[in-house]
RNA sequence: GCCCCUGUAGCUCAGAGGAUAGAGCGCUGGCCUCCGGAGCCAGGUGCAAGGGUUCGAGUCCCUUCAGGGGCACCA
């Protein structure tokens, strides 16, 4: 990318600076290139000699010139000056900026892509709830978050898989057939009680109508606990379906469906566990199996194994993660938790250690919660409270793509009001629509133009030389950095707002620029330019999970 | 009590230690003989408070205040 090409040119400037005598020799700092807020100061900026200044003893200014004197700049490079109070800046040579449309429409879908993951195999994990009931808003914003990074990392050059891991057996697991099994009781009119921390949503009752339908009472005949867990069975089939149901309406879909299961039966928990001891990282004390995690620095040891024989959900996490890691050998794995996991974090990297890999192998995004209101109202979401508003019901009031661009439009680690009532109203005037129009608006322009008898393959993107035009090749040619700022800090939420920018410019550029016109050659120029635009707007809209309309 | 996240415009939020802090919504006023007016243009108020580091702090550090979350043989 030209920015790296042009932090390696000031190295190398100041290299032969010092080499020369003309700079005292001195530790160079990071060179950091960026792109200055008011366009006078360039494309490019640095203010490396702002920093350089008190190890080499000389004023920023001086040093700045002095440098100047050494670079060889890339060709795409027009001017490169010195402002006080010691940046070097660099404009783009116009010419190059016209012709960057042409490799856009070489690259076509493939425009924005970059070389960042070298094949590396990651895993992003990610939604992962109890098949015990329905997804709600805070599910949706994991998912949104984890499926839009696997998009992005995956058109950074990495090898993504998408994995749901399915929490299928523990307390919660037990609590659900309980509950279940209650209500199938009282459907057919026997006497049962609830757990009190039971399962009270409607849906369970739902649930235990389709078995009372399906299997008649031939449960009543089991013992309560063969009754329950042969339910349970049946519950998490269908949580499961439903589950997925939704998140494709939200376009999410996973590689793999893991069954924390799975572990026990395919001998990962006790090759973990083994594993564990082998390092001396297990005790036992009063009567349970402890992870000894303040032996590495943590303040406090976790139980693996509860005194009654059953490992909790931490000893089935050390085994799913010495899964990840050691059987499937994954590069880099990305959880996706809600920011109530959070103490969870340093415990997993203690796991890592003792596992003998590496803790920087596992990142884990924390995602805060979500809290739904309908204006001033705040709506419950709670699965085992009985008035829940699910996540298919937001979806369905407001739709996926919207439902998408809200959630991407945070950072995960700000919590975040999902207001309904805002969500709808905004519906018909609101950056989702405004993005979606701009692509929908070229799609008009190139029909309109497919009508004139226009052909623009044999366009010169040359003539492209206004302001509007080269504003908007401007921004076009941000995408790749975009993209890779998002892949290397794991913040999706950029997307979305340059999305918004690039509509904004391009319908600037619409409202000054005359595409179709008389001057045929230009209208086959700007023709070019547009379809570069839809490139790139549909690249972020499709990165997003979104639909690129045609029409509106 | 200890730990994590957050505090930026009336509201919802962006902001790679850099130059004059931005967008959307809302409000006010302009703009279609013409490729989509779901659009364009213009208008203004703000970094919770106080210290520190730095040539330079919304951004890093400390304290205080405020909101959210965590500190289980729950997940």
Same mark, same amino acid.
């Given at each position: 990318m030209l920015k790296q090409e042009l932090a390696r040119c000031l190295q190398q400037a100041v290299l032969e600076a010092q080499q020369r005598g003309a700079l005292a020799t001195a530790a160079l700092p990071d060179v950091i290139i960026e792109h200055p807020q008011n366009a006078e100061h360039g494309d490019f900026a640095s203010g490396f000699p702002l920093k350089l200044a008190r190890s080499v003893r000389m004023s920023p200014m001086a040093i700045a010139e002095k440098v100047l004197e050494y670079i060889v700049p890339p060709?795409?490079?027009?001017k490169l000056w010195v402002a006080p109070p010691g940046f070097i800046n660099f404009t783009l040579r116009e010419d190059w900026l016209s012709m960057e449309v042409e490799s856009m429409l070489a690259a076509g879908?493939?425009? /924005? #892509?970059?070389? %960042?993951?070298?094949?590396r195999r990651v895993q992003l994990e990610f939604v992962?709830?109890?098949?015990t009931g329905p997804l709600h808003v805070g599910h949706g914003r994991g998912a949104v978050l984890g499926s839009t990074l696997a998009n992005v990392l995956t058109v950074s050059g990495y090898a993504v898989e998408k994995e749901f891991y399915i929490n299928d057996m523990g307390n919660q697991i037990d609590n659900f057939g309980r509950s279940l099994y209650a209500r199938y009781r009282q459907c057919l009119d026997k006497e049962a009680t609830m757990p009190p921390?039971?399962?009270?949503?409607n849906y369970v009752v739902d649930l235990a109508k389709e078995m009372v339908q399906e299997? /008649? #009472?031939?449960? %009543?005949?089991?013992p309560e606990s063969e009754a329950a867990s042969q339910l349970v069975e049946v519950g998490i089939t269908r949580m499961l379906q439903r589950i997925k149901q939704d998140l494709e309406v939200l376009n999410v879909v996973f590689d793999i469906w893991f069954s924390e299961r799975s572990l026990y039966q395919g001998g990962q928990y006790d090759k973990a566990m083994e594993l564990l001891q082998s390092g001396a990282y297990v005790a036992k004390k009063e009567n349970a199996t402890w992870f000894a995690s303040s032996s590495l620095g943590e303040d406090k040891d976790n139980v693996l194994v509860r005194s009654d024989g059953s490992p909790t959900y931490f000893a089935s996490d050390v085994a799913y993660h010495y899964n990840k890691f050691?059987?499937?050998?994954?590069?880099w794995v990305i959880d996706i938790w809600g920011?109530?996991?959070?103490?969870?974090v340093p415990r997993m990297k203690a796991v890592l250690k003792a596992l003998g890999c590496?803790?920087?192998q596992l990142q884990v995004i924390l995602c805060q919660l979500v809290t739904l209101r309908r204006g001033e109202e705040i709506v419950k979401v709670s699965?085992?409270?009985?008035d829940i508003i699910t996540l298919r019901e937001v979806i369905d009031e407001v739709g996926s793509d919207a439902c998408r661009f809200l959630f991407l439009?945070?950072?995960?680690?700000s919590q975040m009001d999902f207001d309904l009532e805002l969500a709808k109203r905004q519906s018909a005037d609101n950056p989702v629509y405004y993005v979606q129009y701009a692509h929908a608006r070229i799609a008009s322009i190139l029909r309109f133009a497919e009508q004139q008898g226009?052909?623009?393959?044999?366009?010169?993107?040359?003539?492209?030389?206004t302001e509007p035009e080269l504003t908007l090749i401007r921004r076009l040619i941000l995408l790749p950095e975009v993209i890779e700022q998002v892949a290397v800090?794991?913040?999706?939420?950029h997307l979305p707002y340059y999305a918004q920018d690039l509509a904004t410019v391009f319908h600037s550029f619409y409202k000054q620029c005359?595409?179709?016109?008389?001057?045929e050659a230009l209208t086959k120029a700007r023709l070019k330019l547009v379809k570069a635009t839809q490139i790139a707007l549909a690249k972020v809209l499709r990165l997003m999970g979104m639909t690129a309309p045609e029409k509106m």
């Open positions: 060709p795409q490079i027009d879908e493939s425009y /924005g #892509d970059i070389e %960042l993951g070298k094949g992962s709830v109890n098949p921390d039971g399962y009270y949503g299997h /008649g #009472d031939r449960f %009543l005949l089991l050691l059987e499937r050998k994954f590069d920011a109530d996991h959070q103490g969870h590496d803790p920087e699965k085992r409270s009985g439009s945070r950072s995960a680690d226009m052909d623009c393959s044999q366009g010169d993107v040359a003539l492209l030389t800090n794991l913040e999706p939420h005359r595409v179709v016109s008389k001057d």
